[in-house]
C-alpha cells in the first residue's frame, strides 16, 4: 500500500481508496488485479467456465511459479509465465485461433522481441520489466481483442498496477513499455491504451521489414526505375541518358548523353569531390583501357549529400509495404478488410514519397568544361556545379532550364559566334578553311567548344553566316584549288559529310573575286560590241558615198559623232576611318566589295592597300610591356611583321 500512496499518480484511483488494502489481504498471495482480469474480462469467452476456468488457470500459474523458485512478493498479471506451455496451452485455448505467433514472437518466445528488449538494456533485465509489461497487456487485453478501438486494452495505470512489485520504480516499466510500443508487431496502440491483437501492427510490421532491403541491390534498382522514368521525357534538351551505369556501357559518339551518378558519388555546394571524381572517370576514360573520345557530349547528374540518407529511407519504407502486399497477395499473412486498405494506402504514399525524394536528391547539375589560354591552349578541367529547380514541374524540364539559362548546351547558335571561335582556333593558326565534318568532331571532342545540341545547331549557323559577307564562306568541298558549290553572301544547303568546308572571310572574298565577271564582259556582251562598231564603219562609207553624188550648193550635215571618253586605268583614294574606327572592318568591307572588287575584275588588275595606322594613348597614360607583347603576338598571328610595329614616347 505504501507503493501504491507513494505513487499515486502511477497507478489507478482504487488504490487509493482504504478498502484497497483489505482486498490485497484477503487475495494474497495472489494480487487482486489477476481476479479483475479474470472475472471481468476472461469470463466473458464462451469456453471460459467463470469457477473452474480460474482455478484451472491459477493453479497451473501458481505451480509453475512453485517450481521456478519465484520470489515476488504478490502474484501479479506480469508474473503469468506464458513460456510455461502448460499455463500457455490452457490460456490460449480459450482463445480464437492465431495467439501462438503472438506469444511466441512478442510476449514470452525464447526469441521474442519483449525478451530482447530487457537483453538490450540490463536495468530492465534485473526486473524483466519488458516481459512483465508484455504478459500484464496479454492477460488484460486478448480476452476482448476481437472489440479493441473502441475503448478496450488496459491504460497506463492498469499496465503497472500488473507489472510493478513493492520495491520497484514504476518508471522504470513505463519505459519498458516505451520500447514495446516501438517494437512489438502484435501490440495496438490508441492513446494511452494498449492490447494485442492477433493481427500485426503494420507500422511495426513494415519497420521491421526495413532492416531487409538494406543493401542497395534492392535499393537501386527501385531508385534506378524511378529515374527512367523520370528523365524519360524529351525535353531535357540531352538524347539518351544512362542511369547507374559503368563508363564501359556509356557509348562514346556524337549524341549528346546524361549520365546520372550513383548514389555513392554525392555531393552538396561545399564539398563536390565525389561527384567530381565519379564524373571524370567516366569523361576521360570507356572502360578500363578505352580513352573517351567524345568528352563534351556529356552531361553528369549528382545526388546531394543531404538527402542522399532521406532518400535511401524512404525506398525502405516503400520496399516494406510492397513485402507486406506481396505476402497478403500470396496468402503468408492474414490482413483483414481495414488493415489491406492501410497497406495499400501507405504503399501508394510510399511511391508518391519515393518520387518526390528522386526530386530532390538528385540535384546537381556537373558540367564540364575547359578555357584556352592566350595562347590557345586549353586549361584545366573545371566543372559547374548547377543546382536543379525542384519546383518546376519536371525533372528534365529542370535541367532543360538550367542548360539553356546558364548557355551550357546551345540550340540555335549565332554566326558571328561561330565566325570568332574560327578566328581564335583556325584561321589564327594560318588555316583559311575547316572541313564542317571534322569541325563538328572537334565540337563533339573538346570542352573548350561551346556544347552544341546537334550538328544541325552548326550548320544552321553557317547556313545563316554565308548569307552575308561578314563572316565567313562556305563550299561543298576543296579540291585542287576549286570549291565546288562555292556561297558567299549568298545562300546555300549546307552540307554535313566529310567534303563540305567553312572558309575564312577574307579568303571567301578572294575566291569570289576570281570568280566575279564585270558586266559587258560576257561573249555575248563581246559580240554585240563587235556588232556596234562594224555597223559604224559600214554608215561611214555610206555618208561619204552619199556625199559625193549630192548637188553642189546642198552644206554637208553637220559631225554628230560622239567624243571618244578619255582612257582611264588607274584609281586611288584616300579613306579617313578615325572617327568609327570600332566599325571601320564593316566600311572597309563594304569598300572592298563596292569598289575594289569591280574595278580588279580583270584578270591581271594590280591591285595595292595599305593601311595607315596611328595611335597614340589618352593623356598622362602609356602601354606597359606585357600589353606591347601582347599586340606583337597577335600581329604575328595575323600575319603582320611585329617588327613594322613602331612604338615611341
Known amino acids: 500500500m505504501e507503493l501504491y500512496r507513494h505513487n499515486a499518480e502511477q497507478f489507478p484511483p482504487e488504490t487509493q481508496r482504504a478498502d484497497y488494502a483489505e482486498r490485497l489481504l484477503q487475495a494474497y498471495p495472489i494480487h487482486p488485479e489477476v481476479f479483475d482480469r479474470l472475472y471481468e474480462d476472461w469470463s466473458t469467452l464462451e469456453r471460459f467456465q467463470r469457477t473452474r476456468g480460474v482455478l484451472q488457470l491459477m493453479a497451473l500459474a501458481i505451480h509453475h511459479l512453485w517450481k521456478s523458485g519465484n520470489q515476488d512478493a504478490f502474484i501479479l498479471p506480469g508474473s503469468m509465465d506464458l513460456s510455461d506451455a502448460n499455463f500457455r496451452n490452457k490460456a490460449i485455448g480459450y482463445l480464437d485461433a492465431g495467439w501462438e505467433p503472438v506469444v511466441d514472437r512478442d510476449i514470452d518466445g525464447v526469441r521474442s522481441d519483449a525478451a530482447a528488449v530487457d537483453a538490450r538494456e540490463a536495468r530492465f533485465g534485473a526486473a524483466l520489466a519488458g516481459k512483465r509489461v508484455a504478459r500484464t497487456i ?8 476481437v472489440n479493441q478501438g473502441r475503448g478496450a486494452g488496459l491504460d497506463i495505470r492498469h499496465i503497472l ?10 518508471s522504470l516499466f513505463r519505459d519498458a513499455l516505451r520500447q514495446l510500443s516501438d517494437t512489438l508487431h502484435y501490440l495496438d496502440t490508441d492513446g494511452d491504451r494498449h492490447w494485442f491483437n492477433i493481427r500485426p501492427n503494420l507500422l511495426r510490421e513494415m519497420e521491421s521489414r526495413k532492416h531487409r532491403f538494406a543493401r542497395d541491390e534492392k535499393v537501386l534498382p527501385e531508385i534506378k526505375g524511378r ?15 544512362h542511369v547507374f551505369q559503368d563508363s564501359g556501357d556509356i557509348p562514346d559518339d556524337d549524341t549528346l548523353r546524361l549520365v546520372v551518378l550513383p548514389l555513392s558519388a554525392h555531393m ?10 565519379a564524373a571524370k572517370e567516366i569523361l576521360e576514360s ?6 573517351r573520345i567524345k568528352q563534351n557530349r556529356l552531361i553528369f547528374l549528382a545526388p546531394d549529400s543531404d538527402t542522399v540518407s532521406t532518400l535511401r529511407n524512404q525506398v525502405h519504407t516503400l520496399l516494406a509495404w510492397k513485402s507486406i502486399l506481396d505476402d497478403f497477395e500470396t496468402d503468408r499473412i492474414n490482413l483483414d478488410k481495414v488493415q489491406r486498405k492501410q497497406v495499400r494506402r501507405n504503399a501508394d504514399d510510399a511511391e508518391a514519397q519515393v518520387d518526390r525524394s528522386v526530386r530532390e536528391a538528385f540535384r546537381w547539375l556537373l558540367v564540364p568544361a575547359k578555357k584556352l589560354s592566350a595562347e590557345g591552349m586549353p586549361g584545366p578541367l573545371v566543372w559547374d556545379n548547377i543546382p536543379l529547380d525542384t519546383s518546376l514541374p519536371s525533372l528534365p524540364e529542370a535541367i532543360a532550364t538550367r542548360l539553356r539559362e546558364n548557355e551550357l548546351l546551345i540550340s540555335k547558335w549565332a554566326p558571328f559566334h561561330l ?3 574560327l578566328r581564335d582556333v583556325y584561321w589564327s593558326k594560318g588555316r583559311h578553311t575547316v572541313g564542317i565534318r571534322e569541325l563538328w568532331d572537334h565540337f563533339s571532342q573538346f570542352l573548350y567548344f561551346p556544347r552544341l545540341a546537334s550538328i544541325d545547331v552548326l550548320t544552321d549557323a553557317v547556313a545563316r553566316g554565308i548569307q552575308t559577307r561578314d563572316h565567313f564562306g562556305y563550299a561543298d568541298a576543296e579540291s585542287g584549288g576549286e570549291y565546288p558549290g562555292f556561297a558567299f553572301e549568298s545562300t546555300a544547303h549546307v552540307m554535313q559529310d566529310g567534303e563540305a568546308v567553312v572558309i575564312e572571310r577574307a ?15 560576257s561573249e555575248e556582251s563581246l559580240h554585240a560590241g563587235r556588232l556596234k562598231s562594224g555597223g559604224s564603219t559600214q554608215a561611214s562609207s555610206s555618208a561619204e558615198v552619199d556625199e559625193t553624188v549630192k548637188p553642189s550648193g546642198v552644206p554637208a550635215p553637220a ?28 566600311t572597309y568591307a563594304k569598300i572592298l566589295d563596292e569598289v575594289v572588287r569591280s574595278l580588279a575584275a580583270k584578270p591581271g588588275a594590280l591591285v595595292t592597300i595599305k593601311l595607315d595606322i596611328e595611335i597614340e594613348a589618352a593623356p598622362g597614360q602609356t602601354w606597359d610591356e606585357n600589353l606591347l607583347r601582347a599586340i606583337r603576338n597577335n600581329a604575328k598571328s595575323i600575319g603582320l611583321d611585329p617588327s613594322a610595329l613602331n612604338f615611341e614616347n
Not at 138 to 145: D, K
Open 559 to 586: 559631225d554628230t559623232t560622239t567624243p571618244t571618253p578619255p582612257s582611264l586605268r588607274r584609281c586611288w583614294t584616300t579613306v579617313d576611318l578615325s572617327e568609327s574606327w570600332q566599325k571601320s572592318g564593316m
Open 138 to 145: 496479454f492477460f488484460g487485453s486478448a480476452p476482448g481483442h
Open 268 to 277: 552538396n555546394s561545399a564539398n563536390g569531390q565525389r561527384g567530381h571524381e
Open 227 to 241: 529515374l527512367d522514368r523520370l528523365l524519360a521525357a524529351s525535353t531535357g534538351g540531352y538524347t539518351a541518358k
Open 286 to 291: 570507356r572502360g578500363r583501357t578505352a580513352k
Open 419 to 421: 565566325e570568332r571561335r
Open 161 to 170: 498496477l500488473g507489472a510493478v512489485q513493492p520495491g520497484q520504480n514504476p
Open 507 to 521: 579568303f571567301a572574298q578572294e575566291i569570289a573575286l576570281t570568280k566575279a565577271v564585270l558586266p559587258g564582259s
